[in-house]
């Protein structure tokens, strides 16, 4: 079975600018979350998806936005880019109701100069 | 508003040591508490997923418990080596949240040789 994974791995951007990461969900899981870890912080929740509809919504501007496709893959989008942006992108796999816990991918290091 | 906390912050053992790492959440009501191993700079590793209803999960040379009444989770390592050595989150994913994980933020584990 395969894991989660997520493209790029690393990204440079200037603050302003718009950037796009991706995620492929676990084989058989079709709900997907994105959360932002800073430095030495435990992840925070942005987003889930669920059906390709948003499923839940943590504390996270209305400039992070995501989407999910018919074969559960996610984007995570964030737009006009600030220096506080810069984090590791999480992206994870679950079943609905995550009784099956839930499965990371390696993230996506932000950096935003 | 679902807390966890992770106490200690950090923690520096010699090899073969057993230890202990402590989890405590706030609001009892969850469906399942998961443990992660994060490596510096990586993704998230799923080590144990305790479900509500369960006492402890048990993997090799780790075992965590979960005592849902009062809000507390351990993980215990038996023989600790150097490849041990990581940042350990706990996270609950509680019925009344917005589909999300809540971390804490970690316990950075060093075990010296």
């Known amino acids: 079975e395969t894991g989660v994974t997520q493209s790029p791995t690393h990204l440079i951007k200037t603050r302003g600018q718009q950037v796009t990461l991706r995620c492929s969900s676990q084989s058989g899981h079709n709900t997907v979350s994105w959360y932002q870890q800073a430095l030495g912080q435990g992840p925070q929740f942005i987003f889930q998806?669920?059906?390709?509809?948003?499923?839940g919504r943590g504390n996270f501007p209305p400039r992070f936005s995501g989407l999910q496709f018919p074969n559960y893959s996610s984007e995570l989008n964030v737009n006009a880019l600030e220096l506080d942006d810069s984090a590791l992108y999480l992206c994870?796999?679950?079943?609905?109701?995550?009784?099956?816990?839930?499965?990371f991918g390696s993230g996506t290091r932000l950096t935003v100069v | 508003k679902q807390e966890v906390t992770q106490i200690p912050a950090a923690l520096s053992v010699p090899e073969g040591e057993n230890l202990v790492l402590n989890c405590s959440f706030t609001d009892s009501a969850i469906y399942n508490l998961q443990w992660f191993r994060q490596d510096p700079g990586k993704g998230l590793t799923s080590l144990l997923l305790?479900?509500?209803?369960?006492r402890e999960q048990t993997s090799g040379r780790l075992n965590a418990s979960l005592d849902k009444s009062s809000g507390r989770s351990t993980l215990y390592i038996a023989a600790s080596q150097p490849g041990d050595s990581a940042t350990y989150l706990c996270?609950?994913?509680?019925?009344?949240?917005?589909?999300?994980?809540?971390f804490g933020s970690g316990t950075q584990l060093t075990v010296l040789p």
């Open positions: 994870a796999s679950s079943l609905p109701e995550s009784l099956g816990g839930y499965t």
């Open positions: 996270a609950v994913f509680s019925s009344g949240s917005a589909r999300q994980l809540t």
């Open positions: 998806y669920y059906r390709e509809e948003e499923n």
């Open positions: 305790i479900q509500s209803s369960q």
